[in-house]
């Protein structure tokens, strides 16, 4: 998807008008509008300006890189995690650990509903075997 595109799906997505994003960006309704006719291109200020607004890098809005606005990139956890102080570095790996733990539990769990599905699969081809014989 090109800027567009992804300018006016990112609106709709925000439930927003033409309107409500002029508001909240500064730019002219008409002029976005325009933007997403695909009549005119922004200017560079501009699209910071609506990158802002969406949360989203460039590349994203522009339809160069896929990013899905809000998404962190490991530069952004790196740098913030340099930023804290041992105690929260320590919570964050806690809870981290305890995200492993849950996710190896429902590993497990997922392991033995396939065991009692396919249990289960042999006994009903042995019921049906059965029935069969009678």
Known sequence: MGFAENLTKM???MGWTQIDLGIKSGINPKTLSSYENGRTEPN???IVKL?????????YLTGTKEREPGD??????????NTLDIDRLEQIDEHVSDLIKQRKEL??????KAELEQRLMKYNEILKKM???T
């Open 51 to 59: 990158c802002k607004v969406f949360d989203c890098s460039i590349a």
């Open 72 to 81: 962190i990139s490991i530069e952004d956890i790196m740098f913030k995690l």
């Open 11 to 13: 609106r709709k997505q």
């Open 107 to 112: 590993e497990r769990i997922y392991a033995e």
């Open 44 to 46: 560079l200020g501009e």
């Open 131 to 133: 029935k069969k014989d």
